[in-house]
């Protein structure tokens, strides 16, 4: 079945404690990216990647950090997490990104806590 | 001025109801629209692609107006399970390298 992974469902963490948000797609897209939601903000992201080795900044991006190593991965990295990362996250995937981006594949999302 | 936007409601409709709402944008150079479905606590799921002829699936209508900027979905004989989060999605030329732009979302509540 074609589908976009992300693991845990629900993290409970403490503040500093580094923590990592995995995401794998099996439909060798190309195009991959991770989103916040927050009440009211909308789904605002963090960082995208049109392909392996390839990543960029989205809209808030500090905090965060990514890599893309191998296609089907995407993981989300939190260094140092704070409270203000306190959000539900999606990870998304498409056939190809920039002016051709059409269908997104999200991920059943990630209801992250810091404490 | 925000680039995609959408009323965040809610909009509380009577089942079996027609409910419309729209989404502007403010780049003229938007080629692609979709709308996007999302339910409570869950991910974001494709309902349809917005065509400059418009789009037609089952009692869902897309319609695309370049001229005033904005697309709308329009829900004739409105569901109880139609009940959601309705998202607008624009995909800009230059608009950054990803092209998408995502609206806030419109919450719909269909009440019995």
């Known amino acids: 079945e074609a589908q976009v992974t992300q693991n845990p469902r629900y993290l409970i963490t403490v503040t500093g404690k580094k923590l990592t948000v995995t995401c794998s797609q099996n439909?060798?897209?190309?195009?991959m990216s991770w989103y916040r939601q927050d009440p009211g903000l909308g789904l605002r992201q963090i960082y995208y990647?049109?392909?392996?080795?390839?990543?960029d900044k989205g809209d808030v991006p500090e905090g965060y950090k990514v890599s893309r190593k191998e296609k089907r991965n995407f993981p989300l990295i939190l260094e140092s997490p704070s409270p203000n990362q306190t959000s539900l996250y999606f990870c998304?995937?498409?056939?190809?990104?920039?002016?051709?981006?059409?269908?997104?594949?999200f991920g059943s999302g990630t209801q992250l806590s810091v404490l | 001025r925000k680039e995609v936007e959408q009323d965040p409601g809610p909009f509380n409709v009577p089942e079996g109801a027609t409910v419309a709402f729209n989404c502007t944008y403010s780049?003229?150079?938007?080629?692609?629209f979709f709308w996007y479905r999302q339910d409570c606590r869950k991910e974001p799921k494709l309902l349809m692609s917005?065509?400059?002829s418009g789009n037609e699936d089952g009692r869902f209508t897309a319609q695309l107006n370049r001229a005033s900027q904005y697309i709308s979905l329009l829900i004739r004989d409105s569901k109880l399970s139609d009940s959601a989060t309705y998202l607008c999605?624009?995909?800009?030329?230059?608009?950054?390298?990803?092209?998408?732009?995502f609206g806030k979302g419109t919450h719909l509540i269909i009440q019995p």
């Open positions: 439909m060798n897209h190309e195009y």
């Open positions: 917005v065509y400059s």
């Open positions: 780049n003229s150079a938007s080629q692609s």
């Open positions: 990647s049109m392909n392996v080795e390839v990543t």
């Open positions: 999605v624009v995909n800009i030329l230059g608009g950054g390298a990803d092209g998408l732009t």
């Open positions: 998304a995937s498409s056939p190809t990104g920039g002016s051709t981006n059409e269908k997104l594949f």
